[in-house]
């Protein structure tokens, strides 16, 4: 049981900018920096987005993200047939002494 | 570069204890915290349990009373038993690598794991 909620889908045309968002409250994401992930169906997740706003190495700066408040989102920029995929934001949680997985984001390339 | 290796039996019957195996390559699991995420068919990723090399351990409250974690330092292995299976255990188990920073930047491949008689 999620308490991050994502959009269940999000589409957009190639070389379009998308945005996912992660809602959450002061208790998690008010509180916590979030990661995002996109995953491909049968592969590993991949981290693209770490402590809110930071891109792990070999991640193109097409990736952004960015906090405010209570809510995270995630950009793609120049939408890309690869970037086909499912997103989650995440955090870790101090006060569960786990972590905590968005409700996750299909993105869909028209 | 380390990398992750999840095995386990493909098939486990209802009431039965699943076990599965994360074999970390390329480096050691000394210095991380060790984490088992699953995705049921469907449905998305859910965070099942952590454990630190130095045995430190925590589980997502919803699995707690049925899940065990472990680390084997000598094989480099982290291991998950989860009891009591039904077919909502249904889901590709994922291992993870935090080192200690609030997020999984290495993740294995998965493995597949069908709850059924």
């Known amino acids: 049981q999620s ?3 994502q959009p269940p889908s999000a589409s957009g045309t190639p070389g379009q900018r998308v945005t996912i968002s992660c809602s959450g409250t002061t208790s998690n994401i008010g509180s916590d920096p979030v990661s995002w992930y996109q995953h491909l169906p049968g592969t590993a997740p991949k981290l693209l987005i770490y402590n809110n706003d930071q891109r792990p190495s070999g ?6 993200g960015s906090k405010s408040g209570t809510s995270a989102s995630l950009a793609i920029s120049g939408l ?3 970037d086909e995929a499912d997103y989650y934001c995440a955090e870790w949680n101090d006060s569960l002494n786990g972590y905590v997985f968005g409700t996750g984001t299909k993105v869909t390339v028209l | 570069q380390v990398q992750l290796q999840e095995s386990g ?4 019957k209802p009431s039965e204890t699943l076990s599965l195996t994360c074999t970390v390559s390329g480096g050691s699991i000394s210095s991380a915290y ?8 469907g449905k998305g990723l859910q965070w099942i349990a952590f454990v630190s090399s130095s045995g430190f351990r925590s589980y997502n409250p919803s699995l707690k009373s049925r899940v065990t974690i472990s680390a084997d330092t000598s094989k480099n292995q982290v291991s998950l038993k989860l009891s009591a299976v039904s077919a909502a255990d249904t889901a590709i188990y994922y291992c993870g690598r935090d080192e200690g920073l609030g997020y999984f930047d290495l993740w294995g491949q998965g493995t597949l794991v069908t709850v059924s008689s």
Request: aromatic content about 12%; proline content about 17%; cysteine-free.
């Open chain 1, 80 to 82: 890309q047939s690869d």
């Open chain 2, 34 to 41: 060790w984490s088992w995420i699953r995705q049921p068919p």
């Open chain 1, 59 to 64: 991640v193109p700066d097409r990736f952004s």
């Open chain 1, 3 to 5: 308490v991050l909620t």
């Open chain 2, 9 to 12: 039996p493909g098939l486990v």
